[in-house]
């Protein structure tokens, strides 16, 4: 692979633009006391700009050891400062919340120059809202769920798809098949940081930390 070690230099990485705008600034001072009502606005202003995958957020989990890992997931709703996700219970990270259920979210939408961070404790839903959204899946994604090894070590592709496939054919027979390790978790958020990009460095910061059964809002320096 010719030129890899070119890209990953310091001078070619600096030489790559970040925040190039044009950005569409952020008036805290207009910002709605619900970080909820924010986050909509948001999401629907980076889903007009044609951000791909707008709803695509990293979700960060840290072992007994206290070593964290990340990794991208679907937001499944927001309500309620609740934040949704959907995964095996059994994946990496479905035993690291199991241990300590703490989590971090984190939203970047490129064309807006906008960050979301989002912090809180995290907690399964019913059994039951876990099963509608498995079954609210296509067969192939509940194949996928059905196999239930997630994050564990594979021998090869070929094996993935013997599996995968047999699981899929289980799945379109039997429509009300569920998962048992599929789990809806809930991460209820008590901090939430919306940031804005500028193009002069002129960042904006605002956090909203719970206060009660609201929130207190309140600008960071960038
Ligand atoms: C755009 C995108 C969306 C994803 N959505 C999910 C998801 O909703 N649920 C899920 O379990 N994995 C999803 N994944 C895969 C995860 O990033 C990850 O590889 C997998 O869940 C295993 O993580 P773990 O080993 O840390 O448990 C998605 C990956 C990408 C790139």
């Known amino acids: 692979m010719a030129g890899m070690g ?4 310091a001078a070619r990485l600096r ?6 705008g044009p950005l569409p600034g952020f008036d805290p001072d207009a910002a709605p006391a619900d ?13 007009e700009a044609g951000v791909v995958e707008p709803h695509a957020m990293t979700l960060s989990t840290v072992d007994p050891t206290g070593r964290p890992s990340a990794r991208v997931l679907i937001l499944k709703y927001l309500v309620d400062g609740c934040w949704a996700f959907a995964t095996g219970s059994g994946s990496r990270k479905g035993k690291e919340l199991a241990d300590t259920p703490w989590a971090a979210l984190t939203f970047y939408w ?8 989002v912090r ?6 019913s059994a039951d809202e876990s099963a509608a959204d498995f079954l609210a899946r296509s067969p192939g994604a509940r194949g996928a769920g ?12 070929a094996e993935r798809d013997r599996v995968l496939d047999d699981a899929t054919g289980r799945a379109a027979a039997d429509p009300g098949l ?3 390790e599929w789990t809806v978790y809930r991460v209820v958020a008590d901090e939430v940081e919306f940031w804005q990009g500028d193009e002069r460095r002129r960042h904006v910061r605002l956090s909203y930390t719970r206060d009660g059964d609201g929130w207190v809002r309140r600008l960071l320096w960038p």
């Open 6 to 9: 070119e890209i990953t230099s």
């Open 15 to 20: 030489a790559l633009p970040s925040l190039a």
């Open 35 to 47: 970080p909820d009502e924010l986050f909509g606005h948001w999401l629907a202003e980076a889903v």
């Open 110 to 117: 490129p064309a807006p120059g906008r960050q979301v961070r």
């Open 120 to 125: 809180g404790a995290v907690s399964p839903a």
């Open 146 to 157: 059905l196999v239930g090894n997630q994050s564990e070590p594979l021998s090869g592709l």
């Open 178 to 180: 569920v998962a048992p």
